[in-house]
């Protein structure tokens, strides 16, 4: 079955350059999700988008921003980069079925992002 | 406070042997739901089973049960029959079944290796 996909896997940046991570959704899933997960850590929620409107924002920078397309990929952009934004980047994606639904987020397999 | 808690950061058990994997969670939500996650040392998060708040009976995904007590508010993995392939970090995870709420709130996990 397809899963969903992020691109590219690997990056390495300089201080201070920008990224742009791209993350293609299970097909006919509607809403897409980044998270961050930094060494050692828990994956932290940044922010999500429902029919390419945010629905819901975490603890995003606001260095960073994202957005949902039509054909529903969304790509997160990440400007004046840090040290401390090495971490792996999580997209999911998830077909909402009504309120209160159980909306299971199926991850993609992350990008790594190292900031030198 | 912490709405996840994982008390276990490792556990070693062997092959075989049946592991129960602790998660407790906070919420005054009536409506959630919880979901544990696997994260081998390849990065990758995976979905393994999940419980809503008004399930009546316990989640079972093949080898994967969830030992769901609502009034002590916990969440515990059950896997039977460990494999050398269940090596890997594990994540406890909440979401507020309320609008607007979108984001995944994870535990700091437990790192499982199975020894042979």
């Known amino acids: 079955a397809a899963g969903v996909i992020q691109s590219p896997r690997h990056l390495i940046k300089e201080k201070r350059e920008t990224a742009t991570l791209k993350c293609y959704p299970i097909?006919?899933?509607?809403?897409v999700y980044w998270y961050q997960q930094g060494p050692g850590q828990d994956p932290q929620f940044l922010i999500s988008f429902y029919e390419k409107m945010q629905s819901d924002k975490g603890s995003i920078p606001d260095r960073f921003s994202a957005q949902q397309f039509s054909d529903y990929h969304s790509e997160l952009n990440m400007s004046s980069l840090e040290l401390g934004d090495s971490a792996l980047y999580f997209c999911?994606?998830?077909?909402?079925?009504?309120?209160?639904?159980?909306?299971?987020?199926?991850f993609g397999a992350g990008t790594r992002l190292s900031v030198l | 406070a912490q709405k996840i808690t994982q008390t276990q950061p490792g556990m070693f058990v062997q092959e075989k042997e049946a592991v129960t994997l602790d998660c407790t969670y906070d919420t005054s939500d009536p409506s959630y739901g919880l979901f544990w996650y696997k994260q081998p040392s390849s990065g990758e998060m995976i979905f393994l089973i999940y419980?809503?708040?008004?399930?009546?009976q316990n989640a079972t995904e093949g080898r994967y049960s969830l030992n769901f007590q609502k009034a002590r508010k916990s969440a515990n993995l059950v896997i039977s029959a460990s494999q050398l392939g269940d090596s890997a970090m594990y994540f406890c995870?909440?979401?507020?079944?309320?609008?607007?709420?979108?984001?995944?709130?994870f535990g700091t996990g437990t790192r499982l290796t199975i020894i042979p």
């Open positions: 097909p006919r899933h509607d809403t």
């Open positions: 999911a994606s998830s077909s909402p079925q009504g309120a209160g639904a159980k909306n299971i987020q199926y």
């Open positions: 995870a909440m979401r507020e079944l309320n609008f607007g709420n979108e984001k995944l709130t």
């Open positions: 419980q809503g708040s008004y399930d009546q």
